[in-house]
């Protein structure tokens, strides 16, 4: 059942390196079936705060709640709950793809691994290389293979990575529309960090603006549009990283 709570409540979330302040105390929530769009150039943070929603991270201040729950003291009852894809996080490469799969199934706890894992091949076109090793994928089916790893627990909250990087346009259309039917029929909540912003223009209905750690902006797609005059957030994104330099 998905939670009523906030799929995400972040409150004051800080990470500091020394005098490097990566994160300085940002605050955000994500709704049950809504996807947030979390943008910035590099060094914006977002990859600090995607790894200190996953525990990898440990924050220097501030709290983070998933699904109603303390990620500080209730991690273990978050994760099973939750998943996560990026193109930048291999898989272990001496297993082929079905191995790979069925291992992460396990591993979640999913009621009839074998079928969920088939299902999930077809749905991603990864048929025809369910047994190649993964080390011998091409960097897009790899991208794929990461894409039906995050959805194997069937996530109440998803956390997205740049999860349609290194897709030809038509496959990147396609997962998108399986992303699509994945929240409409789960009500699984979203929070997708890309550079594809045709990508969030269609996927999101919040879009959070990063700029050295700090929310500098946030709002749906329509509402930046217009508060800054463009016709596409290339142009919104442009214009906040660009006054960020003067």
Do not use: W
Not at 87 to 111: C, H, I, T
């Amino acid at each position: 059942m998905v939670s009523h709570s906030p799929a995400i409540r972040v409150e004051s979330l800080a990470k500091s390196y020394g005098k490097v302040d990566a994160v300085k105390g940002i605050s955000f929530r994500v709704e049950p079936g809504q996807t947030v769009g979390l943008l910035g150039g590099n060094g914006a943070g977002k990859t600090t705060t995607l790894s200190m929603l996953l525990g990898v991270l440990k924050p220097t201040s501030g709290t983070i709640e998933m699904l109603g729950l303390s990620l500080a003291k209730q991690r273990y009852d978050i994760l099973p709950r939750i998943n996560f894809t990026s193109p930048y996080v291999d898989l272990p490469k001496r297993l082929s793809v079905v191995e790979n799969l069925r291992v992460f199934a396990g591993l979640y706890g999913v009621d009839d691994a074998r079928g969920r894992v088939g299902v999930l091949l077809e749905e991603l076109d990864l048929v025809s290389v369910a047994d190649r090793p993964y080390a011998n994928l091409s960097a897009g089916q790899r991208t794929r293979v990461s894409l039906a790893k995050s959805l194997l627990n069937s996530p109440e909250l998803l956390l997205l990575d740049e999860p349609t990087a290194s897709l030809d346009p038509d496959v990147g259309d396609r997962m998108r529309s399986l992303l699509e039917r994945y929240r409409a029929q789960s009500g699984c909540a979203m929070l997708l960090a890309s550079h594809n912003m045709g990508e969030v223009e269609r996927l999101c209905d919040v879009v959070i603006m990063l700029r050295h750690g700090e929310i500098v902006d946030r709002g749906s797609p329509a509402e930046l549009l217009t508060k800054y005059g463009r016709h596409t957030l290339d142009d919104v994104f442009l214009d906040i990283s660009r006054q960020g330099a003067q």
